[in-house]
């Protein structure tokens, strides 16, 4: 088979543990032919070697930039995204650049760009889908490309795809979930007497929490994977502003422990629910049982599906981390190559 061209935009933490994904034995069917950092946007269209790949993650992780790193491992730079992707003759577009999910940011030109180039995309990032999810349809529509995003949403964990499949003639009803795991952490944290302002400083020491570690603690993050999940596991639109949100700064350490005294856990739980011909969504500070599914500790997330005809179907585990989300994008683009493949 011939290789599946890459051009992958992002070379952060998952945008590194992809390559070095790209870069073992097993992954010979794709090459990466193109990549973007905030450097700039730079071809190689015969193809990195593979043992090139991870010298070039080593390179970002030590904070080089592409535009310096470049020259030395035959990447070309271009004018611009559009010129790159073009240049490059990738035939697939993965998207790992920041979220952005009032405008899209870059990653959304950039996604629009290949789309119209009639590339397939493999979303990492969710402020483009966010955003822009009907535009991105269209486009690719348009251009007879494929959107895949199973790792916007529970990190390695199939949650998309589990919830998907689920959904096959039994609507999905209701949803409830941790869908942040910095939120699991603080809160965690907090149960053993931290105050929150102590419990973030030792997430971020963890290296679990952003230095700003906002769209986290106050339901930004979880409050955007609810819009992808009403799209993707419930097909109805839900725009970002209808997310009732609070934030996980406001739990106090009283409440915290007055849970624990009943036998339950505060958290701050994402919930979607069928309402007439709507939704409706929030993420709120809520008490759950013990024994739930919800209440998840270390930094675990959990997600319920309640269906109509089929009772609930839970999905736990590790929510995020550059190696669990660059095995999901992974995944993808083994779904992408066997689609090509015809299987
Ligand atoms: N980390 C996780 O566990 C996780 C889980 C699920 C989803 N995600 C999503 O996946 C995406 C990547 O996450 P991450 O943790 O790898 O983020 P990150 O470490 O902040 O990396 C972001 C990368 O995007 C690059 N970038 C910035 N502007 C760009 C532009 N205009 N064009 C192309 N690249 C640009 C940055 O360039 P420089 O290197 O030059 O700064 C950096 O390499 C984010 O959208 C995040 O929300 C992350």
């Known amino acids: 088979m011939k290789e599946l061209r890459l051009f992958i935009s992002g070379l952060g933490h998952v945008g590194r543990a992809l390559l070095g994904r790209l870069s073992e034995p097993d992954a010979a069917d794709f090459a990466a032919c193109g990549l973007a950092d905030s450097s700039g946007a730079f071809s190689a269209p015969g193809g990195l070697g593979r043992e090139a790949l991870p010298g070039l993650a080593e390179g970002k992780r030590l904070g080089g930039r592409l535009a310096d790193l470049a020259p030395g491992c035959g990447l070309r730079r271009e004018a611009g995204i559009r010129e790159a992707l073009e240049a490059s003759g990738a035939g697939i577009l993965v998207e790992l650049a920041p979220t952005d999910p009032l405008t899209g940011g870059p990653a959304l030109v950039t996604a629009l ?165 709507g939704l409706s969504a929030s993420v709120r500070l809520g008490s759950v049982p013990a024994s739930s599914p919800l209440a998840r500790t270390g930094s675990e997330n959990a997600v319920i599906f309640h269906s109509l005809n089929a009772g609930d179907l839970t999905v736990l585990g590790k929510g995020a981390g550059p190696r669990e989300t660059a095995s999901a994008v992974y995944r993808d683009l083994l779904v992408l190559r066997d689609l090509r493949q015809g299987l």
């Open 113 to 277: 760009a290949a789309l119209e180039l009639g590339m397939d995309l493999v979303f990492a990032s969710k402020g483009a889908l966010v955003a822009a999810w009907d535009r991105l349809e269209a486009a690719a529509s348009a251009g007879g490309g494929r959107i895949l995003h199973s790792a916007t949403v529970g990190g390695g964990m199939p949650v998309i795809d589990a919830g998907r499949a689920f959904s096959r003639g039994n609507p999905i009803q209701r949803i409830e979930a941790l869908l942040n795991g910095t939120s699991v952490y603080v809160l965690s944290m907090m149960e053993g007497g931290l105050s929150v302002e102590q419990a973030v400083a030792q997430a971020q020491a963890a290296g679990l929490a952003e230095a700003d570690p906002s769209a986290d603690l106050d339901g930004l993050d979880a409050a955007c994977k609810l819009c992808i999940l009403a799209r993707s596991v419930m097909g109805l639109p839900l725009a970002l502003g209808d997310v009732e949100r609070q934030s996980v700064r406001e739990a106090s350490p009283e409440a915290v422990a007055s849970a624990l005294e009943r036998g339950e856990r505060l958290r701050a739980v994402a919930v979607l629910e069928r309402t007439g011909g």
